[in-house]
């Protein structure tokens, strides 16, 4: 089975600071990662995935995350947070070697950036 | 059109009744994913098409869930006999191939409100 787990409800940040969205997954084999946002009435929308390679992956709108595989982690970080950032973060993952070839979602952080 | 569609937008029905929500994929997506996402909860997984056949359909709850995809283009989740617990917004995704690396395409969702 597969499984995320973003611990945060909620993240607070104030424009201009760094923000990063935690995510940590479990799968039999190597995983496939992706993050996802979802604003107000809005379908989600991607924002960057790891395949494979480089374990900095740089996304839209600035955004990064950092697989570690030891950690089984894929934090979602940007720089410099915007007001406009504020949605829900959606952290998925697939499960390379047993073929599973759906998305397993957490269950989303909500980012708020106060200006 | 341009992206997926989904209609209705908004659904609202009595506890017993009969629904059915309709997907219209990305011209040319072979993949076709039907989540469903309950509030303050992540999607969570339903039935996953690959052309006109259900090539998973482990999410869906019981019987009274069904899916059809006759043509491998346009989708529709059908519910019967519907209960208070099946509200929830419903997406949709299509993706080029049910490859392991693609992003998924989501739509807006349909709102399911049963009273």
């Known amino acids: 089975a597969q499984s995320v787990a973003q611990p945060e409800d909620q993240v607070n940040v104030a424009e201009g600071n760094p923000l990063t969205v935690k995510c940590t997954y479990s799968?039999?084999?190597?995983?496939?990662l992706f993050w996802y946002v979802q604003y107000p009435n809005r379908g989600l929308q991607f924002l960057l995935k790891y395949i494979t390679g480089d374990n900095l992956v740089k996304g839209s709108y600035g955004f990064e995350a950092e697989f570690n595989k030891s950690q089984t982690s894929f934090h979602l970080k940007k720089p410099s947070a915007l007001v406009s950032d504020s949605a829900l973060y959606f952290c998925a993952v697939r499960d390379v070697w047993t073929g599973y070839s759906t998305l397993t979602f957490g269950k989303g952080t909500m980012l708020l950036v106060s200006p | 059109g341009a992206g997926v569609s989904q209609t209705p937008s908004n659904k609202v029905t009595e506890k017993g009744k009969y629904v059915e929500l309709r997907c219209d994929p990305i011209s040319g997506h072979t993949a076709l994913y039907w989540y469903r996402q309950s509030l303050g909860q992540g999607p969570e997984f339903l039935i996953y098409f690959q052309g006109t056949g259900a090539a998973d359909d482990s999410g869906l709850p019981n019987d009274r869930f069904f899916a059809v995809r006759p043509e491998g283009s346009v989708s529709t989740l059908k519910i019967q006999r519907t209960e208070r617990g099946d509200s929830a917004v419903y997406l949709c995704?299509?993706?080029?191939?049910?490859?392991?690396?693609?992003?998924?395409?989501f739509g807006e969702g349909s709102r399911l409100t049963v009273l």
């Open positions: 995704a299509s993706s080029p191939a049910g490859g392991d690396t693609g992003e998924l395409f």
């Open positions: 799968v039999s084999g190597n995983p496939y």
